[in-house]
């Protein structure tokens, strides 16, 4: 009748093979480690989407070259970065040079594997006092960034055109706005409000410009702020599946012209302008005229490693390079970061308009790390579940940012 | 004697290397205050249960063990229902059976990254098909939040996971269900049994051991799930969500406090390990059972650790029956 298969002996082989495959791991896992004078340098980054890969290879290939080393680039997909960062630090064995998102350096500084880059020479002229702010730890400057971004509001032209509708500035001309711009499928108003840091990050605008902050988040103001979000949604101006669009999908949103406006990161302007869509940018609207706007230092910051004289002398060296003007032009242009120099800014957002409204905000952007450092992490996710909780969920704001405050470590 | 120990430790030290060595890590871990700054300084002071404590004691803990607990049960009911449901179906002949069996495989193929995505547009609340399908067909009046509502979300994942998980257990099950003697079935209708009757006195329980097998699998595989919910909702919105696996990883990856989230993934094993010492006792005593049921035949003896296809022949024996696997044998 139905033969079965002797199980014995497959039994046998599954494990031999994992075996094997084991065993290629070790092999790989065991890499030289270099002695004598430094030739190579590594150096790990995230930025695998084109042109961005290509771009950071040639920059740190000329540089390497001016330097008189030869760098192995590592790029990892970005949720990999810091498990492998973590991963070379058990090893003691960090990359010479990290590009790190800035909300994570305090992480990586706290392990008190990286050199304080001022005592090791670093040159800082002409560096915003913001953008600077973004690579402390400690009253320490261990990382400093080439470019940053932040957020600013994005309007479809065509639409605001039709509806009559100004650009918004404060949040009562938001709400209207969006109000007025909601017909059938379209949505007047988006933002991401996603589970982790991409909606904290949209979030902390809003928090900030009402006088809220970071450490007190059941204060009145950060509840006011939260449940003027909240209202939108409630309202319909704002499509409750923001809980799961990432600040991307926003932006497909944006492109598909199922959202009329949208908070977003510069960083976006390459792909609006790819697909020809007409828009215009401005400032995020803050809660009454004349307030300051305060939107969170966005961008990623070089880190070097404490690898031993000769190595850390050398990957300063090409860091310095990595920052010198043309560079910092060039990495600007292509991400629609603005350069972290004044005087370049300045220069960028002359020459391209839809820049303006970023390299304003930049003065008064403020780093999200500085008051938590290392705590950071945690209390964004706190702040992301809070938003969840306000916006899809059955709690007030009030209830949600009081739990999310007993994530707040009190000291 | 060194024949012996030379076939065996090729297993001993990969089960040592890359299954021991990861999980006494996994618990000394937990007893640790273990961050990002442990992986370079190495200090890691010990904590003893602090841990285990401050993530029990935290209101994500419950929201946690309570979606793990539902996600779990109603995953391997629906799978396990319909899965026998389509395997009974697929035994008759039928023109076109095979092609339509294999195509039923597709969603166990899919990389879950895939499904996952699928299923994301279908939920999608303006534009995904499943509410354009209600809307249209005057079930609902508005688009339902499927994946943006603290309150369906749950379900939702669940039922993506359901219609992942059927493929897997139609095919162990109708492997199973061609092992049962036709003859059986000839016997049961000869002796005026109908179709519910030949089900319940000769399916079912012939298909116990194949059923546990089946269930014991699902059940390590659903507790473990992870791709489809960090595709479809990441554990959001707000938790819902959020199954200890999920936890576990955003414990660890997110908020970098790797002890918490290495106590949360040890608790999670744990869990895993009761239902197998329920499972392995069960599998002992139906197989003691079938030993004191048949005295006269001899139930051939299984090494150590019954694997299922013993349990299998133990009960078919245990029926009185003589199995497929005892006639070749005799």
Known sequence: MHTKPANGTRRLRAPSALMAAGLLTLGTACSASDDGDVTTLTSIDYNLAEPQNGSTQAMLDECGEQAGVEIERDAQPRDQLMPSLLQGASQQELPDLMLIDNPDLPQVAATGALLPLEEAGVDTDGFYDSALEIGRHDDTLYGITAGVNGLALFTNTAMLEDADVDPPATWEELSDAADELTEGDTSGYAFSAIGHEEGTFNFEPFLWSNGGSLTELDSPEAVEALDFWSRMVEDGSVSQSVVNWSQADVNDQFLGEHVAMMVNGSWQIPVLDEEGLEYGVSPLPVPESGDDPATPMGGEVWAVAQNGGEREELAVEVLQCLLGDDNLTEWAELNAYVPAKEDLADQMAEDNPEMAPFVESVPTAQSRTAELGEDYPEVSGAIADAIQEALAGSGSAEEALGQAQQSVPTS | ?330
């Open chain 2, 1 to 330: 004697m060194v024949a012996r120990i030379g076939f065996v430790a090729p297993i001993v030290v990969y089960l040592v290397l890359f299954f021991g060595y990861p999980l006494v890590s996994n618990i000394t871990m937990a007893m640790r205050e273990f961050t990002a700054a442990s992986f370079y300084t190495g200090e890691a002071p010990f904590v003893g249960f602090e841990n285990y404590a401050a993530v029990i004691g935290d209101p994500v803990f419950g929201t946690a063990l309570l979606n793990t607990a539902v996600f779990t049960i109603a995953s391997l009911a629906f799978q396990f229902a319909i899965g026998l449901g389509l395997a009974v179906f697929f035994q008759r002949y039928f023109p076109l059976n095979g092609v339509l069996r294999s195509l039923l495989l597709l969603p166990w193929l899919l990389p879950l990254v895939v499904s996952g995505t699928v299923w994301r547009w279908i939920y999608d609340q303006e534009y995904g098909v499943l509410n354009q399908v209600l809307l249209g067909a005057g079930v609902i009046d508005t688009a339902m939040p499927w994946l943006s509502s603290t309150s369906m979300a749950l379900t939702a994942v669940t039922v993506a996971n359901i219609w992942v998980g059927i493929p897997f257990n139609m095919v162990i099950l109708y492997g199973g269900l061609q092992g049962i003697p036709a003859q059986l079935y000839e016997a049961a209708a000869l002796d005026g049994a109908g179709p519910w009757k030949r089900f319940s006195a000769v399916t079912w329980p012939l298909l116990r051991p194949v059923s546990a097998v089946v269930l014991m699998l699902g059940l390590v595989y659903t507790l473990k799930v992870f791709d489809v919910i960090m595709v479809l909702t990441q554990g959001g919105p707000a938790n819902a969500t959020q199954t200890l696996t999920t936890w576990s990883y955003s414990l660890s990856f997110q908020d970098l406090d790797f002890g918490a989230g290495a106590a949360t993934g040890n608790m999670l094993i744990l869990l895993a390990l009761v239902f197998a010492v329920f499972y392995l006792r069960s599998t002992r005593q139906s197989a003691g059972a079938a030993a004191r049921e048949a005295p006269r035949r001899r139930v051939p003896r299984l090494p150590r650790g019954r694997s299922a296809t013993g349990g299998a022949r133990a009960s078919v024996a245990a029926a009185g029956e003589p199995s497929a696997t005892e006639q070749e044998r005799s």
